[in-house]
């Protein structure tokens, strides 16, 4: 049966208090609304294997739908560098370290199947953006392990549209993804670029809103992708600093 609404819901990162709230107050109905989480449930938060075991389970009563975020994949690469002894060269946090010592073999089988996008009609979710050099149509969003990388963290673009590191965010012509994207899958949704509000694009919205630094946790509802609603819920603790990063 066709959904009756959508909800997609931006970066959780553990803030499992939050995701109740938002879901209350939104008035979830698993089953009959499309639940679509944009990735990054894991880390930073205080309660991310809570978020984790409750979105899987609305997988499967739901229908709910959970996306890879960049911290969902780092923890996957994690798992099988240390299958190699080569643990050390994934780089990962203590938070995130914290994370994946209390993750149970089901847990982390679930992490490595997240699909990379979700497509709805007229709209396409993905964890970070899309590079307009290589992603042109729908099989090239996860064709290879550099297209699905630059999905889940693409922030900047230079003038070719090819994706920029973080670092070089501030070089001549560099612009977010959002700017230069040219709708070609619809209205993009997606997570992964923290900001007060929601991020909007000509054809975009961002809806991580900082939930775990304070901010707050949102989600985009509709039946009709023209009038969308954004619902927020307040985070009820800081439980991190941010970086200094834009
Ligand atoms: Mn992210």
Redesign the pocket.
């Known amino acids: 049966m066709k959904p009756e609404r959508h909800i997609i819901v931006g970066?959780v990162h553990g803030c499992r208090e939050e995701l109740h709230d938002l879901l209350l107050q939104v008035g979830y109905r698993p089953g009959w609304d499309q639940l679509v989480m944009v990735?990054?449930l894991v880390d930073r938060g205080p309660d991310s294997v809570g978020v984790l075991r409750w979105i899987r389970e609305l997988e499967v009563t739901g229908g709910a739908v959970s996306l890879a975020?960049?911290?969902e994949e780092k923890i996957v690469r994690y798992h099988h560098l240390l299958a190699h002894a080569l643990g050390a060269e994934a780089g990962l946090t203590e938070s995130q370290l914290q994370v994946y010592h209390q993750l149970a073999p089901a847990d982390l089988d679930w992490i490595a199947r997240r699909p990379y996008f979700f497509k709805g009609p007229g709209f396409l979710v993905v964890?970070?953006g899309i590079c307009p050099q290589i992603h042109h149509t729908l099989e090239d969003l996860d064709r290879n392990r550099e297209a699905r990388r630059r999905l889940?963290?693409i922030r900047h673009v230079d003038a070719f549209g090819n994706m920029l590191k973080l670092i070089q965010a501030g070089v001549p012509g560099a612009r977010p993804w959002h700017e230069v994207y040219d709708g070609r899958f619809g209205v993009v949704v997606h997570?992964?670029w923290r900001c007060g509000e929601v991020m909007r694009g000509p054809f975009s919205y961002g809806l991580?809103t900082s939930c775990c630094y304070g901010g707050k946790l949102t989600a985009m509802v509709f039946t009709d992708l023209q009038r969308p609603a954004f619902v927020s819920v307040p985070a009820r603790r800081t439980y991190r600093h941010p970086p200094p990063i834009g």
């Open positions: 970066d990735g990054d975020g960049n911290h964890h970070a889940v963290r997570g992964h991580d």
